[in-house]
DNA sequence: AAACTAAGACTGTCTTAGCAG
DNA sequence: CTGCTAAGACAGTCTTAGTTT
């Protein structure tokens, strides 16, 4: 069972590699970005990316902040939702906080 | 440092226990309800809350179905973001579709 | 009742080294 | 060069048992 993902869903890992590959970063430059050392970041982060190995949320954390990603973008379920999170991150923090300002009004 | 929590800010722990509150439940109750045996229950749930332990995204994820929120309201560092996460988590599916597709075009 | 904690058992991750595409 | 994997070293969680309020 070594070999056997952890999760068969693996949302988190799947989110990472699409915002990779988005940008067109190897798994390397992700890894090195968030302070791993070159001669490990490359199996790291493939096993998050692949589910094989779960990353703490600390981790996780600078994952999303070095794709330009909120934190809760790694463990959305929904893909339209996710693609809300992240344009949602893109703005600036005024401009941010009155979307979800009128977000909450409109739902509450 | 067994008695330092592993985060400062320890986001997860803190929305696990801001829901379960508002649903007046005991941290047993919680445990039980994912299928934790009663005799470990209010432990386990004890350090999640208090971020002595992470929860695995599996069992995080069965916390928030518990709790009656998606899993990225666990996760997100926003309190108003997260109070419109969990909103939009009680719409009907159709209707919460057309939410998050309307947002995401007025984003784009 | 309810929440919290110590400590050993247990389970998962991280590094190293190397293989495959 | 980029991504993937085995295996031992290592770090984390889980259960049990018990304390505190």
Redesign the interface.
């Known amino acids: 069972m070594p070999s056997e993902p952890?999760?068969s869903s693996n949302?988190?890992g799947h989110r990472m590699r699409s915002r990779r590959e988005e940008l067109g970063w190897s798994q390397e430059k992700v890894g090195v970005l968030i302070g791993i050392d070159e001669s490990s970041a490359r199996a790291r982060i493939s096993r998050y990316e692949l589910g094989l190995h779960?990353a703490?949320?600390?981790t996780a954390r600078q994952i999303a902040e070095a794709l330009g990603a909120?934190?809760?973008?790694?463990?959305?379920?929904?893909d339209?939702?996710a693609?809300?999170?992240l344009?949602?991150a893109k703005?600036k923090p005024n401009a941010r906080?009155q979307?979800?300002?009128r977000?909450?009004a409109e739902?509450?």
Do not use: T
């Not at 909120?70 to 929904?78: F, K, R, V």
């Open positions: 952890l999760e949302v988190v779960e703490p949320v600390k909120p934190l809760e973008y790694l463990y959305c379920e929904d339209n939702l693609a809300v999170l344009s949602l703005l906080k979307v979800v300002s977000w909450l739902l509450a």
